[in-house]
Nanobody, 124 residues
Framework: QLQLVESGGGLVQPGGSLRLSCAAS????????IGWFRQAPGKEREGVSC????????IYADSVKGRFTISRDNAKKTVYLQMNSLKPEDTAVYYC?????????????????WGQGTQVTVSS
């Protein structure tokens, strides 16, 4: 059974860093594009970043460009989201999602499989 499990969330001060992990099981990660999304209270789910299966190409939302970095380790079946220079507006539940495709997008409708999410809180 295909499963995604996020970890690495927590409470961090503004300007701090966190690294989220998305561990995959039950399928071969190599063939899937992986996206990171977030949802803050009272707001719609927002695409943050994604990484393709074909060539590792990446996409970032403008709100995180230059601060967040997505990467993947297919051997470890894990995708990472390194988040630096965190801001209070980054506070949200972060989800990873998988789509069986060569490429990726930051549109949630393109994804079939989702993790349960991990909470990120940026506050002093």
């Amino acid at each position: 059974q295909l499963q995604l499990v996020e970890s690495g969330g927590g409470l961090v001060q503004p300007g701090g860093s966190l690294r989220l992990s998305c561990a995959a099981s039950g399928f071969t990660l190599d063939y899937y594009g992986i996206g990171w999304f977030r949802q803050a209270p009272g707001k719609e789910r927002e695409g943050v970043s994604c990484i393709s299966s074909s060539d590792g190409s990446t996409i970032y939302a403008d709100s995180v460009k230059g601060r967040f970095t997505i990467s993947r380790d297919n051997a470890k079946k894990t995708v990472y989201l390194q988040m630096n220079s965190l801001k209070p507006e980054d506070t949200a539940v972060y989800y990873c999602a998988a789509d069986w495709d060569y490429y990726c997008s930051i549109h949630s409708d393109d994804y079939d499989h989702w993790g349960q999410g991990t909470q990120v809180t940026v506050s002093s």
